[in-house]
């Protein structure tokens, strides 16, 4: 059987690849929810997400000018994100068992 | 089906912080009983593949997109708690980091797609392979129709909660919502199993849906 270890590592990267290369070639076209909003012409009624700091806005990295690295980075930086506060989340917790 | 600022009422939006926070604190609780260090490691993975996975947008119907939720494949990898917190994760880095959902919302998302989605999936699985034989086909089909099911109650929910919100009428939008999401749930179905049965094949051990028994 393939090493747990390789297998993690394997679907990381494969899962920071797809964040990278193929994010930026993703569907434009509304969400389910998008769509209905439309098409029941409550859309409007969205604010602007501007109350919200958010760095990567609309998964958009700043300071590049070419449109695919603009979210190919952002993409990768998201999934680069989650996988630490997944990997910390998950320490801190078994971490907190090994203390008792 | 990030909601935005603005579509909810200041109720909706209070009572999913507060249903999702406790749902929250309860994961933690339930995940301190279970001692298994190894969970770190694939809770990171998890998270990074639903993250990337849900920013591929597909192309369903009449110029809408759905994209895959992953609530379900993760409580399926992680058991429903640690899957609970990692979905938890992604919509928090969503929100706070790419204005995708918004911040009174997220509690609602929150509760839509982890809870109602990813736990009312879990269930349907449980239920659906408690009588069978553990037999990886089995496995696969309960996982798409559960996967499914995930994609649809999420968005029967976030349905009911703008028509409460009085941002659309029931009539129109409980239909709208859940027969779009019933299309975007076969995406669902199709990722989650072809993702289940990956791991399946090289490490059976690390799914947790099918070493632990219900609670």
């Known amino acids: 059987m393939m090493k747990a270890q390789h297998f993690f590592l394997i679907a990381l990267l494969l899962s920071l690849a797809i964040a990278f290369f193929l994010s930026p070639f993703a569907s ?3 969400d389910g929810l998008e769509k209905v909003a439309q098409d029941q012409d409550f859309i409007a009624q969205a604010e602007d997400a501007a109350n919200i700091p958010a760095p990567l806005r609309y998964y958009e990295a700043p300071l590049f000018q070419n449109p695919l690295l603009r979210v190919g980075i952002a993409g990768l930086l998201g999934a680069a994100a989650v996988y630490c ?3 910390g989340a998950g320490r801190l917790i078994s971490r907190s068992l090994g203390d008792k | 089906m990030h909601i935005p600022d603005g579509f909810l009422s200041w109720e909706i939006c209070s009572a999913g912080y507060l249903v999702s926070a406790a749902a929250t604190v309860y994961a933690v609780k339930q995940l301190k009983k279970e001692s298994d260090e190894k969970i770190a490691p694939l809770m990171g993975v998890t998270a990074a593949f639903i ?3 849900q920013m591929m947008n597909f192309p369903v119907m009449g110029g809408a997109s759905g994209h ?7 409580m399926l990898m992680l058991g ?3 899957g609970l917190l990692v979905i938890n994760l992604v919509l928090i880095v969503q929100c706070l980091g790419f204005a995708d959902g918004g911040l009174t919302a997220l509690g609602a998302n929150t509760f839509n797609m982890g809870i109602a989605g990813g736990l ?3 269930l349907v699985f449980k239920l659906l392979t408690a009588f069978l034989p553990q037999k990886r086909s089995i496995t696969l089909i309960a996982g798409s129709i559960a996967a499914w099911f995930s994609v649809f109650a999420a968005s029967a929910f976030c349905a009911v909660e703008l028509a409460v919100s ?4 029931f009539r129109i939008v409980f239909p709208a919502m859940t027969i779009i999401h ?3 749930g076969i995406g669902e179905a199709l990722i989650t199993t072809a993702v289940l049965g990956m791991a399946l094949n090289y490490r059976p051990d690390i799914v947790k849906a099918l070493t632990v028994r219900i609670r």
């Open chain 1, 28 to 30: 434009g076209d509304p």
């Open chain 1, 85 to 87: 506060l997944g990997l």
């Open chain 2, 51 to 53: 993250f990337a996975a």
């Open chain 2, 68 to 74: 895959f939720l992953g609530a379900l494949l993760a």
């Open chain 2, 80 to 82: 429903p708690w640690a």
């Open chain 2, 120 to 122: 009312a999936g879990y």
């Open chain 2, 166 to 169: 009085g941002t659309a009428a």
């Open chain 2, 182 to 184: 019933s299309l975007i």
